[in-house]
């Protein structure tokens, strides 16, 4: 059973950055997702990283201010966000799927980020 942990989270100005983090029982050959969700809206993918290739996939929303990375000796994904926004306000999720797989089964415990103006 795959278990992630996330970490890295709080308050930040508008303009600030935070590095969320992401812990995995086990680095296998999987894809790892950065997702948010608000209040009352659906869960938004915002980055994935494929930790065998270090292919990346963001969304557009986070483009060119977010970055997904990896680190294989310490088990863990990284999702560096700059310049973020009041919009970024969220509960920040890491998940894992196959390659082959088009859904996340394994996801971990979310971390607040919250973005003041």
């Known amino acids: 059973q795959l278990q992630l942990v996330e970490s890295g989270g709080g308050l930040v100005q508008g303009g600030g950055s935070l590095r969320l983090s992401c812990v995995a029982s086990?680095?296998?050959?999987?894809?790892i997702g950065w997702f948010r969700q608000t209040p009352g809206k659906d869960r938004e993918f915002v980055a994935s990283i494929d930790l065998r290739f270090g292919s990346t996939v963001y969304a557009d929303s986070v483009k060119g201010r977010f970055t997904i990375s990896r680190d294989n000796a310490k088990n863990t994904v990284y999702l560096q966000m700059n310049s973020l926004k009041p919009e970024d306000t969220a509960v920040y999720y890491c998940?894992?799927?196959?390659?082959?797989?088009?859904?996340?089964?394994?996801w971990g415990q979310g971390t607040q980020v919250t973005v003041s103006s």
């Open positions: 086990t680095f296998s050959d999987v894809i």
């Open positions: 998940a894992a799927r196959g390659r082959a797989s088009a859904s996340y089964p394994y």
